[in-house]
């Protein structure tokens, strides 16, 4: 159960969410316990939305962008963020079972995806405080200075995420995977 109430429905949620759980309902279908538990703050519900939405328009494009939530969950720790996006990984980005164990531990069988997930990495690792030869390694592997923007944004929503679901102990909703912890 989790720490703080879990709306049953969107009818529970605060009045000034149901739209955007309505929102979110039509996009995929349901709505998962994360955002019905957001939805207790709705200025955050929203902005949640609000960086998930603009980054679904990143050229880094689905497959990157679900194994950096995989990296940053198995990372970070998160059970409900590494079992949703594995869902999500397998389902939508049509990731193999391989391609996702290998990004729960920074890695990749696609060399540029690898570089991706290693700078992910580097930057929960160092708070954000990487290298300049981080930076142009990365930059090296063929990443624009938009795409590095935007590992960073992916990196930092997903990190926002994680966070929600530990301090708030998220009750997993799909496919329960328990996420491994950095060291």
């Excluded at 703080?4 to 996009?27: F, H, M």
């Excluded at 200025?43 to 949640?48: I, K």
């Excluded at 679904?56 to 679900?66: D, F, I, N, Q, R």
């Excluded at 998220?170 to 060291?183: I, N």
């Amino acid at each position: 159960m989790s720490r703080i109430p879990t709306p049953a429905d969107i009818s529970a949620a605060p009045e000034q969410s149901r739209p955007l759980l309505e929102g979110v309902q039509k996009k995929i279908g349901m709505v998962p316990n994360m955002y019905r538990l957001v939805s207790n703050s709705p200025a955050t519900l929203e902005g949640l939305l609000a960086l998930n939405g603009a980054l679904s328009k990143s050229t880094l494009g689905g497959a990157v962008t679900e194994r950096i939530a995989l990296a940053v969950a198995n990372y970070n720790g998160c059970t409900y963020c590494n079992s949703a996006h594995t869902f999500l990984a397998r389902n939508v980005a049509k990731l193999d079972d391989a391609e996702i164990a290998a990004a729960r531990t920074g890695n990749a069988s696609d060399l540029k995806a690898s570089y991706a997930l290693k700078f992910a990495q580097e930057i929960i690792r160092e708070r954000g405080r990487v290298s300049e030869e981080d930076v142009r390694r990365a930059r090296n592997a063929g990443f624009s200075d938009a795409e590095l923007v935007e590992i960073v944004a992916h990196v930092a929503l997903n990190t926002l995420t994680n966070y929600l679901n530990e301090v708030f102990d998220t009750e997993v909703d799909f496919p329960k995977l328990d996420a491994a912890r950095a060291a």
